[in-house]
């Protein structure tokens, strides 16, 4: 049973930073994508961060570029998401996504229905 974990999430000041972790259980072989989707209180679960485990290349969204970096540990079957520069808005329930099919990059990279296994959530709070 494949299985996500998240964990890192917490209480931070605006400007400041968290790392998130995501381990995946339950597969052979890394996931060829790995993503981390954030829903904030009232919104829909949008897409963060996405990384390709072949080449490792990362696509970010336009609110969190420059500012979030993904990063992958295949050894350890983990994926991170550090966060900095922190704001308010960053508040929400962080997800970790995997998608087991090898296909070419596309906008899916950032819709939900792209990826099929998912993990619980963790929450990231921003507030002064």
């Known amino acids: 049973q494949v299985q996500l974990a998240e964990s890192g999430g917490g209480s931070v000041q605006p400007g400041g930073s968290l790392r998130l972790a995501c381990t995946i259980s339950?597969?052979?072989?890394?996931?060829?994508?790995m993503a981390w989707f954030r829903q904030a209180p009232g919104k829909e679960r949008e897409g963060v961060a996405t990384?390709?485990?072949?080449?490792?290349?990362?696509n970010y969204a336009a609110s969190v570029k420059d500012r979030f970096t993904i990063s992958q540990d295949r050894t350890k079957m983990t994926v991170y998401l550090h966060m900095g520069s922190l704001e308010p808005d960053d508040t929400a329930i962080y997800y970790c996504?995997?998608?087991?099919?090898?296909?070419?990059?596309?906008?899916?990279?950032?819709?939900?229905?792209?990826?099929?296994?998912w993990g619980q959530g963790t929450q990231v709070t921003v507030s002064s």
């Open positions: 996504a995997a998608d087991t099919l090898d296909r070419p990059r596309s906008s899916w990279l950032f819709e939900e229905q792209g990826y099929n296994y």
């Open positions: 339950g597969v052979s072989t890394t996931p060829y994508y």
């Open positions: 990384i390709y485990s072949k080449d490792q290349v990362s």
